[in-house]
């Protein structure tokens, strides 16, 4: 049973870069100083765990007014497949609505548009590189808590 937690010491927080590091860093060939940045501070960051393992993480912060950026979504390669991708997105949605934002911004990794496409974010730029990888940008209108 997988669950995902809002990481709340920094335990969880530590867990997450260990998720990022595998994927971008390692697997992706991303520099760890562009991976781990000043905005890791501020964020809310997010672990899915199997068991005690944590196999995949992202992150939100607010970067205006009713506005939020989704950040470092990654999945471990052995768990992919597996609807994680959406778990989390679907765990960083929930938390942008009860926090106030009302619209979610992210940079897409080229190959992963389709993706989000589904969870109804749609393409606002064109294809441009961030740390040797094809990215676009994309946003989603969020819905209001009732």
Request: glycine letters at 6%; charged letters at 30%.
């Amino acid at each position: 049973m997988f669950e995902v937690k809002i990481a709340a010491s920094e335990q969880e927080r530590e867990a997450a870069f260990t998720v990022r590091k595998k994927v971008f860093v390692e697997e992706q060939g991303v520099p760890l100083s562009m991976e781990i940045d000043e905005h890791d501070t501020s964020a809310d960051h997010f672990v899915v765990y199997d068991g005690p393992k944590a196999i995949a993480a992202g992150r939100i912060r607010t970067i205006a007014s009713e506005v939020g950026k989704v950040e470092r979504v990654c999945v471990l390669k052995e768990y992919r497949g597996q609807h994680l991708g959406v778990l989390i997105m679907n765990a960083l949605e929930e938390h942008a609505k009860k926090t106030g934002i009302h619209k979610i911004l992210l940079n897409a990794q080229s190959y992963a548009i389709p993706f989000y496409e589904k969870l109804g974010y749609a393409v606002t730029s064109p294809e441009f590189m961030d740390a040797d990888i094809p990215h676009r940008a994309m946003e989603k209108q969020m819905e209001s808590v009732i």
